[in-house]
């Protein structure tokens, strides 16, 4: 079984949401030019290749279902995340999406499915089909849904944020609370840099580091 992968959402994550005023909406890019690849990406994902860590991206993707555009669209996005990463030659290890929505506009995506995050199918499936050990794998996002998922999943996860009395809550309620909060992924990497330490198993990462 691999050693220890780090999970990532991406929309928030990886790449930077968009702001679509004619909405009032906050969403991930509808096209490959809206993409823009967080510049602090493509270092944190170099020094995770050289912890030797797996990095994946597991993230919802209802874009398609919705109607916002097609599944052609769809991989040219894909294309321009890999871009800036390949520029430093690194790469993405593996990439699992639910493409599914309950309201979805596209039939053949209305799905109440269990791949869709909160739920852990998509990181279940992830550790299946690359062999993962997902107790020695941090599950990182930038939201509850990406840190209820990595729970269950049995991950350590992380919220990349602030917590404010609303969110504490809502993280309580949905059982949701992340083991670790970090003001940037940038900074992620220095709990997952302590954690290459350890030997596998003990994932424990105390609060001075």
């Known amino acids: ?5 780090v999970l990532l ?12 005023p004619e909405h009032g909406i906050i969403d991930s890019p509808f096209t490959p030019e ?18 030797e860590y797996q990095v994946i991206v597991v ?17 040219q996005i894909r294309l321009r995340m890999h871009e ?15 493409m599914h929505h309950p309201y979805a506009k596209r039939h053949e995506y209305l799905l109440n499915c269990e791949c869709r995050k909160p739920k852990p199918r998509l990181l279940i499936q992830a550790g299946r089909e690359r062999n993962l050990s997902l107790k020695d794998s941090f599950m990182i996002g930038d939201g509850l849904v990406g840190v209820k998922s990595g729970k269950v999943a ?6 990349v944020g602030s917590m404010n009395s609303l969110l504490s809550r809502l993280a309580a309620e949905q059982q949701a609370e992340p083991d670790f909060l970090v003001p940037t992924l940038s900074e992620a990497v220095a709990i997952v840099e302590y954690t290459a330490k350890l030997p596998l198993g003990q994932t424990e990462v105390h609060e001075e580091i």
Not at 1 to 5: G, Y
Not at 9 to 20: C, K, M
Not at 64 to 74: L, P, R, S
Not at 85 to 94: F, T
């Open 154 to 159: 049995g991950c350590k996860t992380m919220l």
């Open 59 to 75: 993230s919802n993707q209802p874009g398609v279902a919705k109607g916002h555009f097609d599944v052609e669209t769809f991989d």
């Open 1 to 5: 079984m691999s050693a220890r992968t």
């Open 84 to 98: 800036g990463p390949a520029g430093m030659g690194v790469k993405l290890d593996g990439e699992f999406y639910c």
């Open 34 to 51: 809206q993409f823009r690849l967080i510049p602090s990406v493509g270092p944190v994902l170099k020094r995770l290749k050289e912890l």
């Open 9 to 20: 959402d991406r929309d928030g994550i990886i790449n930077e949401l968009v702001y679509y």
